[in-house]
């Protein structure tokens, strides 16, 4: 593949990094980015990821756009309130960039169906929203040896890692499985700086990038989290846990199930 | 003695627990909260019976979700 005049100045800024060059963009043009969740973490990094010239980009989502979204999940626009998600994220996507190829998949992510979604892919993006969706897909992309950026925002505060499955520490290493259904502050509605995941989800944009180029140091063996109110930006480094029930030594995870999603309680609400 | 918790030193005059130390942190909930000690995770089962020693460097590692607490 050789780039065209069009492309090579339309990525003219990646281009001229030595480290990307040529060759690098048309390794962004022949890769493939699944997004799990167009949601306030997948906005920026399919937005972001679709100007960089990545060539396939897959989109998991099942929900439709509503009003509380348009506070942080760029995205969708104010003409996509009641719109499927999917579709709303394939439009701008393929505003900022017309030769991206979008693939869309209108289901939330279940352990029936999203191996097979996920093993066509390079890279994966979890921008989900819940924590069953969470260790479903650090378990999928175990068993299909996909590596993947992990994230998650609350309030003021944001994380992420990237795994590599099998070879550096996953989600389920630092903590096991799902909270306690009892224990959870059960509520939909706690709230999130908007700002929050663009800073988080443009952080996954770039490991994704970063990851397809061989560039730099990834965020693997370590949580990076940060704390918008003080701003600090901490790296915690986090060893392989021997006793994880997924990739440790004795694992009990076999097969890729569901975790129960954990149901609202507003009664006890302490968010 | 002293503590690193969260990358920040921190002063304890007594010998304490891991559960211990959530409380005096006041974690609000510690089910909500993975524990890491030098350099290895901690089991749930074990915050009760681990007990901190000078110079140990604990981290405090939240579940945290997308926009939601669920």
């Known amino acids: ?271 | 003695m002293n503590l690193v918790v969260n990358g920040k030193n921190t002063d304890i005059s007594d010998s304490m627990t891991v559960t211990e130390l959530l409380a005096k942190e006041d974690v609000k909930m510690p089910q909500m909260v993975s524990v890491e000690l030098n350099g290895q995770i901690l089991k749930r089962s074990e915050f009760e019976t681990t007990r901190l020693k000078d110079d140990d460097k604990v981290e405090f590692l939240y579940y945290m979700g997308g926009g939601t607490c669920l």
């Open chain 1, 1 to 271: 593949m050789s780039l065209t005049d069009e492309q090579i100045e339309r990525y003219s800024r990646h281009i001229i990094l030595q480290q990307v060059g040529g060759a690098g963009q048309e390794k962004l043009l022949a890769s493939k980015v699944l997004i799990i969740g167009a949601g306030g973490l997948g906005a920026p990094a399919g937005l972001y990821l679709a100007a960089a010239g990545v060539g396939t980009i897959g989109i998991v989502d099942g929900d439709n756009v509503d009003l509380s979204n348009l506070q942080r999940q760029i995205i969708h626009h104010t003409a996509d309130v009641g719109a499927e998600k999917i579709r709303s994220a394939e439009a701008k996507i393929l505003a900022i960039n017309p030769e991206t190829r979008v693939r869309t998949y209108k289901q939330w992510a279940k352990a029936d169906n999203i191996r097979e979604i996920i093993r066509d892919y390079d890279f994966v993006i979890d921008g989900t929203d819940n924590f069953a969706a969470k260790f479903l897909v650090n378990d999928a992309c175990y068993f299909e040896k996909v590596p993947f950026s992990h994230a998650g925002i609350l309030r003021f505060d944001g994380q992420l890692i990237t795994v590599l499955p099998g070879e550096t520490t996953c989600y389920r290493c630092i903590f096991g499985g799902p909270p306690p259904a009892d224990a959870v502050p059960s509520c939909s509605q706690a709230g999130v700086l908007g700002v929050l995941a663009g800073v988080i989800g443009s952080l996954q944009a770039t490991e994704a990038i970063k990851y397809l180029l061989g560039l730099g140091d990834l965020l693997t063996g370590a949580l990076l989290t940060y704390d918008a109110l003080s701003m600090d930006f901490r790296k915690v480094s986090l060893n392989r846990n021997p006793q994880c029930p997924l990739c440790g030594d004795d694992p009990k995870i076999t097969e890729l199930k569901d975790e129960q999603q954990i149901l609202c309680d507003p009664k006890n609400c302490e968010c």
